[in-house]
């Protein structure tokens, strides 16, 4: 009974979001904006989520909900365009995709490759989507019990593991962008007593950092210095005859299409870890598991899908840790967090008391959202591709204005724009010398409640810390931070090695 | 950035991160500890330093580590080996970046505060495109010596209250004064790249995207999404008249 509820209240937020035709105009308008972003090497997804959640600002939250998951789900498939036809992808998420679709192109298949990782792009979607609606409210249910303790460190795992994770150079490097993160959220007055920190006596600073400036500072200004000092120059663009959707090669596929939503969804789960990731391992699985990995790199058509499912899973994968714990899972997720937070929604474990139907509303709008990509893909991919003809010169300093104005207007603050830009720079900055900036952005997001719940919690305990061992929630995460930072010693490392050793030798 | 360029950095990071770290620790014990803050007697653990301090402790800790590792892979040593070589800071590399952060600087922080947002905006990307569509670092160094030249002078006027002075004889002054600047650089580019037809034809491009974009964004922010710009002046005081004449 209590499925058929939850189903039937499901499809009547797909009813009142088709019922009204401004909805469907968005949809489709948001998700072929989507796919423009991704297609153009350069800008990303999250810049796209970043730059929609600035024009749709006045609108209902369901409408902008339509347009930034959209924008959001049109974009990671959009990659795929630029890294089949040119080789250079679109967004990171598609860069294994780049791997054999490229080959698949210049082989004469640019059209079929195209047809495969759209209506996998599609299921990728469907099948995230299905983990948010039946995983999402578990969590909020669970994580009801937790108190202070908990959100603080859930907020200290959320910085840690996405550190560790997105770390390309030294692993601490992550660590160090989580904390400098953390530090910009204690810039304003703290919540508790509004004593003012790190303010120098600006006004304008009292309340804090504004998260979407800091957000397109973060994303937007390094992506404009990166493509216009490094010359991002196309290849000739690879020409196809029509697309089709591939059913046949896709149900040939099926277990890789399986393993390759799960793989997406894992990772999409985890705190801060993109879907360029869940590419990337969802592409070695496909490798691992092949009876032909020699053919891997060469064309092969289980390495695109595996790709482009796992990355389109990943969106609803890291939908999860945003509704049921108001963790972003990505970094476009955390732009989103930023966009509910404009209209008024604050997820996490009370979402399901605040808003009830919100969740339903996210799933409805990501199968809605997917079903408009597949079409949009199916149909005008021929179209689309055309932006790929447009230089960077021209369409870099047309994004440095939309940054501008988009900081300025969610709060008609110019000292946003004043903002904005040093912040840009100094992210520019990290990435040169292999900063991630997930962590940052993490951390700028999650500090106030990391602040606020450590602080309440100790109030609770009277200033004690015991609980965090004497809780078996704070005990597990406190262990998981404890064996993620210690498991990046060299020690650690020789043990494993030397305890690994003995074992194979005992064998 | 290759490895060598990548341990140098890591050096000279940490110990910016070390003095931030200090800086950070410094600031936190000015904070409220255990004294009374708008009449409240504090705790250590309610105290609004506590979150800075933790933070501040893991920077240096991390900082400590970056310092210790950027010494053991030779970051120190390339530092210093860096000091005494000759280095070229005005590569072709650095001048595009150099470019690039006056524009956005110019752009944000003299013109968008002061002058009407779409002549601000004009003015912005007649320079921002063609430096990189052209694509050629002659003109770029050219264009942007003249660019700066111009914004110079554009300060030197607000400085001086000079701006004052003029906008009390006519309110959109500065915005023509700006406006004119767009037109001579205009002007100079053309002069510039009159004798090359590939040249002429991205030039032509860049004068359409240039006018074309503002022209859209500033009726669909200021009429559409009902935002005040940021400085609305002679060209959004046109649209406006338009606007009522229309409706």
């Known amino acids: ?90 967004t990171a998420a598609s860069a294994a995709t780049a791997l054999d679709g490229y080959p698949l192109a210049c082989q004469g298949k640019a059209g079929k490759a195209l047809g495969l990782t759209t209506t996998a792009s599609a299921i990728g979607t469907f099948v995230g989507m299905l983990f948010v609606i039946t995983m999402a409210p578990l969590i909020c249910a669970f994580a009801l019990k937790f108190t202070s303790f908990e959100f603080f460190l859930l907020a200290f795992f959320g910085i840690i593991i996405s550190g560790t994770l997105t770390s390309h150079d030294l692993v601490y490097k992550g660590w160090i962008a989580g904390f400098l993160g953390l530090f910009l959220a204690c810039v304003g007055r703290d919540q508790l007593q509004f004593y003012p920190r790190f303010t120098f006596g600006l006004s304008e600073l009292d309340g804090g950092l504004d998260v979407v400036p800091v957000l397109i500072g973060a994303f937007g200004i390094p992506q404009i210095i990166q493509v216009l000092k490094d010359k991002i120059i196309h290849g000739e663009v690879k020409r196809f005859q029509k697309i089709l959707p591939e059913f046949d090669e896709i149900w040939h596929h099926m277990p890789d299409i399986i393993r390759s939503s799960l ?171 292999q900063y991630p900036i997930a962590p940052m952005v993490i951390g700028v997001i999650l ?21 965090i061992v004497t809780r078996p929630v704070c005990l597990i995460l406190i262990m998981i931070i404890l064996l993620t930072v210690v498991s990046q010693t060299k020690g650690y490392k020789k043990l494993i090695m030397k305890i690994s050793g003995k074992l194979f030798s005992k064998r | 950035m290759g490895k060598k360029e990548l341990r140098k950095a890591d050096f000279i990071t940490s110990v910016l991160l070390l003095l931030f770290s200090i800086w950070m620790l410094i600031e936190t014990f000015k904070m409220p500890m255990k004294d009374t803050f708008g009449g409240v007697q504090n705790v250590w653990y309610v105290s609004p330093a506590l979150f800075p301090l933790i933070i501040s402790i893991f920077i240096s800790v991390l900082g400590i580590a970056l310092f210790i590792h950027s010494i053991k892979s030779g970051g120190a040593k390339y530092f210093l080996d860096s000091i005494s070589e000759k280095n070229k800071f005005l590569s072709d590399k650095n001048i595009r970046f150099i470019s690039i952060l006056l524009a956005l600087i110019f752009y944000v922080y003299l013109d968008i505060p002061r002058i009407d947002f779409f002549i601000s905006t004009i003015l912005f990307l007649i320079f921002f495109i063609p430096i990189f569509y052209f694509d050629e670092i002659r003109l770029l160094r050219k264009l942007t010596l003249f660019y700066c030249i111009g914004n110079i002078v554009l300060i030197f006027i607000f400085i001086t209250k000079l701006s004052t002075l003029f906008s009390s004889y006519y309110k959109y002054f500065m915005d023509l004064i700006a406006l004119s600047f767009f037109l001579i650089f205009g002007v100079y580019i053309w002069v510039n790249v009159k004798n090359n037809h590939i040249f002429r034809k991205k030039y032509i491009i860049s004068l359409l995207v240039t006018l074309s974009v503002p022209l859209i964004l500033c009726p669909v922010f200021r009429f559409f999404l009902l935002v005040p710009l940021p400085r609305e002046g002679l060209i959004i005081q046109v649209m406006y008249n338009i606007y009522y004449l229309i409706k």
């Open chain 1, 1 to 90: 009974m209590f499925i058929f509820e939850q189903l039937s209240i499901f499809f009547q937020q797909i009813l009142v979001l088709v019922s009204n035709p401004f909805n469907i105009l968005i949809l489709f308008g948001a998700v072929l904006l989507g796919i423009i972003f991704g297609a153009m090497p350069g800008l990303t997804a999250t810049l796209g989520v970043a730059l929609l959640t600035t024009l749709t600002y006045g609108m209902e939250t369901s409408t902008a909900m339509v347009a930034l998951l959209s924008i959001y789900v049109g974009a990671i498939y959009g990659g795929s365009y630029s890294s089949i036809l040119i080789n250079i992808p679109g």
């Open chain 1, 447 to 467: 500090g106030p409640m990391a602040d606020a719940n450590l602080r309440r919690a100790l109030m609770v305990s009277k200033g004690s810390f015991l609980p």
């Open chain 1, 263 to 433: 793989i997406g969804v894992g990772i999409g789960a985890v705190p801060g870890i993109g879907e360029d990731i869940a590419g990337w391992v969802s592409y070695g699985a496909a490798k691992n598991s092949s009876k032909h990995p020699e053919r891997f790199g060469k064309g092969e058509i289980s390495g695109v899908i595996s790709a482009e499912t796992a990355n389109n899973a990943c969106i609803g994968g890291a939908m999860i840790p945003l509704l049921s714990l108001g963790i972003p899972g990505s970094p476009p997720a955390a732009m989103l967090l930023g966009a509910l937070m404009l209209h008024g929604i604050q997820p996490g474990p009370m979402l399901n008391f605040d808003h009830p139907l919100f969740i339903f509303q996210v799933t409805a709008i990501l199968l809605l959202a997917s079903f408009a990509m597949w079409i949009t893909g199916i149909l005008l991919a021929k179209q689309v591709v055309k932006v790929l003809w447009l230089p960077p010169p021209v369409f870099m300093p047309i994004i440095a204005v939309l940054c501008v104005i988009g900081s300025y207007s969610l709060g008609l603050s110019i000292f946003n724009l004043y903002l904005m830009i040093p912040i840009g720079i100094l992210a520019y900055f990290l990435t040169e010398m």
